[in-house]
Nanobody
Framework: QVQLVESGGGLVQPGGSLRLSCAASGSTFNDMGWYRQAPGKQRELVATISSGGTATYADSVKGRFTISRDNGKNTVSLQMNSVKSEDTGVYYC????????????WGQGTLVTVSS
């Protein structure tokens, strides 16, 4: 069974740091990434990373967030620094894999709240 399990969400003060982790299992994964959904808004891309380690970021998080992965452990992480109130939302891990065709799997989401 292909699945993703996120961890690391919680309450953080503005300007603080938080690290999200996602453990993937059941396949070998290609691109992996993090998305977020703020209250009342659509889900949006935060960052992605290829199996080779090439990362892309949303403009809103460039210079503050860092995505990384460990292919041996099938994990992807998101280091969030200098967080802002607008970073509040449910963060979802996403991973692509191939089974006869390209497929995607999502984690259950972890809530990040940035507030003083």
């Amino acid at each position: 069974q292909v699945q993703l399990v996120e961890s690391g969400g919680g309450l953080v003060q503005p300007g603080g740091s938080l690290r999200l982790s996602c453990a993937a299992s059941g396949s070998t994964f290609n691109d992996m990434g993090w998305y977020r959904q703020a209250p009342g808004k659509q889900r949006e891309l935060v960052a992605t990373i290829s199996s080779g380690g090439t990362a892309t970021y949303a403009d809103s998080v460039k210079g503050r967030f860092t995505i990384s992965r460990d292919n041996g452990k099938n994990t992807v992480s998101l280091q969030m620094n200098s967080v802002k109130s607008e970073d509040t939302g449910v963060y979802y891990c996403n991973a692509a894999f191939f089974l006869f065709r390209r497929r995607e799997v999502w984690g259950q989401g972890t809530l990040v709240t940035v507030s003083s």
